[in-house]
């Protein structure tokens, strides 16, 4: 339930949910409504999660839900796992890849 993965965050954080809102200077007013299964608005939960450091999917699914393929998840995970001057090389190599393909499927669409 919302307000129970929501207590439970705050918990996690060292805080509680009346804190947390008046640290975001919101209401603490709905959290009766949340209490029964409401949700709040979505750019109030995009505050939460940010102060919360977690994401909007995590705090109303309790899951983190993404699109990525098991290739991409693969490749987020080597990512991961690599020393720090490694993930920067690969970033750099990634990135001028990237860059140079853009360019040539470009070239190629306006010669055609």
């Known amino acids: 339930m919302f307000y129970e993965r929501l207590k ?3 918990k996690e954080h060292n805080t509680t949910i009346t804190n947390m809102l008046k640290d975001l200077s919101l209401s603490t007013g709905s ?28 705090i109303v699914f309790g899951e983190y839900r993404d699109n990525l393929t098991d290739e991409e998840k693969k490749l987020v995970e080597l990512y991961k796992s690599a020393p720090d001057r490694a993930k920067y090389k690969v970033f750099c190599d ?6 140079k393909e853009i360019e040539k499927f470009e070239n190629e669409k306006n010669s055609e």
Not at 31 to 51: E, H, R, S
């Open 8 to 10: 439970l965050l705050c």
């Open 31 to 58: 959290t009766g409504n949340w209490k029964k299964g409401q949700f709040p608005k979505g750019d109030i939960l995009a505050k939460i999660a940010d102060y919360l450091d977690t994401s909007i999917d995590y």
């Open 94 to 99: 990634f990135e001028d890849l990237v860059k």
